[in-house]
């Protein structure tokens, strides 16, 4: 029992490190006040990005690295979009992720069911991995894991404690107000697009060459979608981000935990969507006021004359 | 020093605002040929294919109208739903569930009613089916302002999950040799189709009438009145009493609705039987997303741009067969055409110059 208990607390956490970097990226860009509904798409070109180079090279950290500058390089249309043709963010983001998953289609067909033979390891972190259950569930994780939470405490610490995050924030609560304290926001704005999209590339990274080790075709399935509910969920805060990333991974796992028990595959698939919607409506039932959403979220912002 | 201009069009003809929807489509054909030409396909060769398998051949105008089938009425409900700013992405999944809806209906009473009345009973509960999901995403907006984009695609991949689970379970055919299929609908519930080709032509019929309707009550009536200000002044339509419940609950209705009657289309019409998700529907649902925007959110301009996208379907899947590129080569075809649309609207809102100063 406590085997089971430690495995599936393990998987926890496996399952919930790409909504977890995916929602970190997407809590930068939105407290900007830039909506961005590309991330699936950008996920996508992050795993297919991964995967080649890894593929190519042997190296999965150079896959990373590849990945998180894809996804960096693609959303660039989504920042020039919104901010420079103050176009509507959520058509934008539409097209940014249709053509994420088109792209990577078209680069990730000829590697449709060939395996990686080197995938990013588990790296047991010496001495801590020895802890009695707490060792095993929290210091034998993927590299990535690691990297998720420690990018969590500085989004956090850059956005809360940092001359730059007041910055951000301000200028996705008043950007005019902003502008005239002689921050460019604009700039602010491109910047927060495109680290949100290096978290999206990684997180698609971390499926490819970690949680999987092949391709194939729509291997996102709506997570990118998932981080944009959990980006509310978390209230904006990559803190928060942490306990709603892995609380879906504990739905993901949930799913073959009680696949034995006859209950059908299909109708267990639809959990982590169902959760979604529950807990969207479970915050909407909270007073709006309360939730901080930054105030000119999805607002083209348009500057005035000068 | 050489600097950009940028300026706001007061006026914006109607010849203008055509010729730049010209230009946005002509470079992202453009880009298109970039995307071609880096994943090592000529693009020439590739547009040539797209035009020969669409509109250049007898074959391909058929299919192209067939395709174009479902795109109207679901691009002509989303039309509704976006002039709203109530952003449906969840047209994937009314399908779906029409589809579902109308299958049951006509296994079910099909082999004792005549068409005339089965075929009817069918459309009405597919229109049911999508719209009751429709209505979920306003009512969640309304009641607890859960982001609709978030909402309507998560019922998408729900729907498609349930599709498979009836179609492997409870539905699965008894003459389909295990198969997971549901059984073939009885014959007075399949559609008629043009002789040598696939169009169903009440689906078609009942596509551009509803086309007609929606454009009526979108831009000649009071309710469409409201539906045009909740989009463009939600603060206006507050203070004029315009209530938003009801509004988008009806708007919702509709656009599920529309997908609801291409799902019954696509299973009554094409397959005749359900199967898997992807293969009732292969993309329908997102590629009307793009085809209610390029038509300016005009319920009638839908059916030309329903037919133009209609045309790269099929043409799209041409090349792919021709030169081996993956289904989602469309989506491709669909984000760089809808960037240059978002692009061209800039331009055409905006009056841009390059010109010399000396500061």
């Known amino acids: 029992m406590e085997e089971i208990i430690v495995s599936v607390l393990q998987r926890t956490l496996v399952a919930g490190t790409p909504l977890l970097l995916g929602t970190i990226g997407e809590v930068l860009c939105e407290r900007s006040g830039i909506l961005n509904l590309g991330v699936e798409g950008v996920m996508s070109m992050g795993a297919v990005t991964a995967f080649i180079v890894t593929f190519a090279t042997g190296s999965p950290w150079l896959g990373l690295a590849v990945a998180i500058l894809a996804g960096m390089l693609i959303s660039i249309v989504h920042a020039f979009a919104s901010v420079t043709l103050q176009s509507n963010q959520v058509v934008s983001g539409l097209a940014l992720t249709m053509l994420g998953l088109g792209i990577s289609g078209l680069l990730g067909k000829p590697y449709i069911g060939t395996p990686l033979s080197v995938k990013m390891n588990t790296l047991p972190i010496p001495g801590l991995v020895d802890i009695p259950y707490i060792g095993r569930i929290f210091f034998d994780q993927s590299p990535f894991f690691y990297m998720a939470m420690v990018l969590a405490f500085i989004a956090w610490f850059i956005l809360v404690h940092t001359s730059l995050g007041i910055k951000i924030r301000s200028t996705g609560e008043n950007p005019r107000a902003t502008e005239t304290q002689g921050v460019n926001v604009s700039l602010v704005k491109y910047l927060c697009v495109i680290i949100g999209g290096g978290f999206s590339g990684m997180a698609g990274a971390n499926l490819s060459i970690s949680y999987s080790k092949s391709w194939i075709e729509g291997m996102t399935a709506g997570r990118g979608w998932i981080v944009v509910a959990l980006t509310i969920f978390a209230l904006w805060n990559p803190t928060r981000a942490v306990i709603g990333a892995f609380l879906f991974g504990g739905i993901f796992v949930l799913q073959y935990l009680i696949q034995p028990f006859g209950i059908s595959p299909n109708l267990l698939a639809m959990l982590p969507y169902l959760a979604t919607l529950v807990v969207l409506v479970a915050i909407g039932m909270r007073d709006s006021n309360k939730l901080n959403a930054p105030a000119m979220l999805g607002e083209p912002y348009k500057r005035g004359e000068r | ?359």
Not at chain 2, 14 to 28: A, N, Q, R, Y
Not at chain 2, 115 to 122: D, E, G, S, T
Not at chain 2, 214 to 228: H, Q, S
Not at chain 2, 234 to 242: E, F, L, M, R, T
């Open chain 2, 1 to 359: 020093m050489l600097r950009l201009k940028v300026s706001d069009r007061q006026e914006i003809t109607t010849l203008h605002s055509f010729l730049t929807l010209v230009f946005s489509i002509v470079t992202g054909m453009l880009a298109i040929s970039l995307i071609f030409l880096i994943s090592g396909a000529n693009p020439l060769y590739a547009f040539a294919k797209i035009f020969t398998g669409s509109f250049g051949s007898i074959y391909g105008i058929k299919e192209t109208i067939t395709k174009a089938i479902p795109l109207i009425l679901i691009g002509a409900g989303l039309a509704v739903a976006y002039k709203a700013k109530f952003w449906n992405i969840g047209a994937e999944g009314q399908l779906l569930l029409g589809a579902i809806f109308g299958t049951w209906v006509g296994l079910n009473l099909g082999e004792s009613l005549p068409f005339y009345i089965i075929v009817p009973l069918m459309f009405l509960a597919g229109f049911i089916g999508g719209g009751l999901l429709g209505a979920i995403p306003a009512i969640l907006k309304i009641r607890y302002s859960v982001n609709e984009v978030i909402s309507t695609l998560m019922l998408n991949y729900i729907c498609a999950e349930f599709l498979t689970f009836l179609i492997v379970g409870p539905w699965k055919g008894k003459t389909k040799f295990g198969f997971p299929y549901t059984d073939d609908l009885p014959e007075s519930a399949i559609l008629g189709v043009i002789s040598g080709t696939r169009i169903h032509y009440f689906t078609l019929i009942l596509g551009i009438l509803s086309v007609l309707f929606l454009g009526f009550l979108l831009f000649k009536t009071r309710f469409g009145y409201e539906v045009r200000v909740i989009g463009e002044n939600p603060n206006a339509a507050k203070y004029a009493g315009i209530s938003f419940f009801r509004t988008l609950l009806i708007v919702m209705i509709i656009s599920g609705g529309m997908a609801g009657l291409a799902g019954v289309g696509e299973v009554a019409g094409i397959h005749h039987y359900l199967s898997y998700p992807a293969s009732i529907s292969s993309g329908y649902g997102f590629t009307a997303i793009i085809v209610a925007w390029l038509a300016k959110l005009n319920p009638i301009y839908v059916i030309i741009s329903g037919l133009f996208f209609a045309g790269i379907l099929v043409g799209g899947d041409a090349i792919q067969i021709s030169l081996n590129l993956p289904a989602a080569t469309v989506f491709v075809f669909n984000g760089t055409l809808l960037v240059f649309l978002i692009m061209g609207d800039y331009f055409l809102k905006h009056r841009v110059k390059l010109q010399w100063s000396r500061t």
